[in-house]
């Protein structure tokens, strides 16, 4: 991992600037300029000196990146511009209604927009997960023609485009349109960005490396981190960048709070014209609603409109379950679950993971059955139970998927036999994630209740079958920012990535090859 740099940057006698680099001093020359450039919103046409204390401290033009060490000094020099004077030629284009009332100056200013709505009754928030295939954005018009011509001039000799304008150009757009799914890309998602760009422009490809991207790689990462920095100097609420610029905290990764689980609304700013005090006023009013029956539109309104206040609540404050449960009861309803989980993620709870699931179960049931070993003789018991018609075929799979994975059952899922539930407090009280299955002995009887529970309280009942609760469960581990349990990760991660396929785009060896399984 690169070591974290810091660089003076002098623009004049009266104005210097200090420029942090946490990813290390770039590869060359040309990300360095385009880092300061983003960073201090500086046109470009510059070139930068280099401070030499051989020489007494005197100041050199850069020629090469090694000149550049850790805590010096570099000076930014503007170049002159060329300016030509062109006369304006009135000409009316019939194509274009005048009644837009839109001039080139205004179309030209809305193109350094950063946020922006296409209706005003539209949600504070994102409304689409990461593509499955990331689509290049259109450029401006200069760098369009610039992006063609190269693009013919690459398929003609395979000369490949280095200009600096249309890099800044094109970083520019890529970083708004990347911020309209998530503030902090993973290094899968940024690959996944730069492929497209390569594929529709190939002439923007450089050369020295294995497969022309990586620079681009690195450009996009450190372009992220600056329009991270321009939308916090905006002086809107944009909580998910907050966060972390306000918490005293180290510059290592680990500390941020920042979306893990491909959760696409982590933390959404309030309502325009809302203030945490309205909003807390709209919990109180809730507190009521839900004491009232029949109540059900009501009350998905309301934790509608409070959704990005219990965000800031759940994931800056962490607290307790009981908790959240005292201050948001209807959260611990099933359908306030499945709902919450579709304002995070944008994507239907049930219905995904149950769609995927039995699209999956044909195959699934023909891999367990061959499987040998000791997880193979585990699952044996259940797929006879399974024959026999003794078993929800669902919950059949949960429990040998769990098997097949090399982790237990019994982390998971606790079954119960003529048992009432006075018996099983002591049980609840002690797990930390943990689904209770109460049956009776009747062959082939379903459950009589399915009880999920979290940091040793029940947290909803009645769900009926295994696989039900295992679908509410990862809705409360998103509505709760919860973490995994550590000896269930491969479980969990086929949940996620598999079944509700969020952040699909890389999986652990052994999900990785359950996957490959399931796609022969």
């Known amino acids: 991992m690169s070591t974290p740099a810091k660089l003076r940057i002098i623009f004049d006698d009266h104005t210097v600037h200090k420029l942090l680099l946490p990813s290390g001093i770039p590869s060359s020359i040309q990300d360095l300029k385009l880092v300061i450039q983003s960073t201090f919103s500086i046109p470009d046409g510059f070139t930068l000196m ?59 200013s809305q193109d350094t927009i950063l946020l922006s709505s296409s209706s005003d009754e539209s949600p504070s928030y994102r409304s689409q997960p990461w ?13 369009q023609l610039m992006l063609d011509a190269g693009n013919r001039a690459y398929h003609s000799n395979g ?45 923007l490809k450089e050369p020295g490396s294995f497969n022309g991207m990586y ?5 996009i990462k450190y372009k992220m981190g600056n329009y991270r920095a321009k939308v916090r100097g905006l002086q809107i609420a944009c909580p998910e960048l ?23 609304n982590y933390l959404p700013p309030l309502p325009l014209g809302e203030t945490k005090e309205t909003m807390e006023e709209e919990r109180v009013v809730l507190l009521t609603e839900v004491k009232k029956t029949n109540n059900n539109k009501i009350i998905r309104e309301k934790m509608e409109k409070t959704f990005p206040y219990r965000r800031l609540e759940v994931v800056n404050q962490m607290p307790a379950v009981p908790g959240v449960m005292e201050r948001w009861p209807a959260l611990f309803y099933e359908s306030q679950v499945k709902e919450e989980f579709k304002r995070i993620t944008t994507i239907h709870l049930d219905r995904t993971f149950l769609t995927k699931m039995d699209f999956y179960t044909p ?42 994975l090399g982790e237990s059952t019994e982390e998971l899922i606790k079954d119960y036999q003529d048992v009432s539930k006075d018996v099983i407090e002591q049980d609840i009280k002690n797990s930390v994630i943990k689904i209770l299955v109460l049956g009776n002995a009747a062959e082939g009887a379903p459950p009589t209740d399915v009880i999920i529970v979290i940091d040793g309280t029940e947290v909803l009942g009645g769900c009926k079958t295994l696989t039900n609760a295992c679908i509410l469960l990862m809705g409360f581990v998103y509505s709760l920012n919860l973490s995994y349990p550590p000896k269930l990760k491969y479980t969990f991660e086929v949940f996620q990535k598999l079944l509700l396929e969020l952040d699909d785009l890389k999986f652990s060896a052994k999900v990785d090859s359950l996957r490959r399984k399931l796609l022969m």
């Open 215 to 219: 620079g681009w790689q690195q450009r």
């Open 242 to 264: 907050e966060v972390n610029s306000s918490r005293k905290m180290t510059s290592s990764p680990k500390g941020l709070k920042r979306p893990k689980k491909a959760e696409v």
């Open 159 to 203: 000369t490949l485009l280095n200009n600096p304008k249309v890099t800044s150009s094109v970083l520019e757009k890529l970083a708004e349109r990347i911020f309209q799914y998530t503030a902090y890309p993973t290094g899968i998602q940024v690959i996944n960005v730069v492929e497209a760009l390569v594929e529709k422009y190939p002439c």
């Open 131 to 143: 593509p499955r295939q990331f689509e290049i954005p259109p450029f401006s018009f200069d760098t």
């Open 363 to 404: 195959k699934l049931l023909t891999i367990f059955k061959s499987k040998g070993g000791t997880a193979g003789a585990k699952m044996k018991s259940v797929l006879e139970s399974l024959s026999q018609q003794q078993i929800d075929s669902r919950d059949a799979v949960i429990r040998c998927l769990i098997h097949f």
């Open 50 to 108: 280099y401070q030499d204390m051989e020489f007494g401290g005197q100041f050199f033009t850069l020629a090469s990146i090694e000149d550049v060490q850790d805590m010096g000094s570099l000076k930014v020099v503007q170049v002159e511009p060329v300016i030509v004077n062109l006369s304006a030629v009135e000409e009316k284009d019939d194509n274009l209604p005048e009644s837009d009332g839109l001039s080139f100056t205004s179309l030209a």
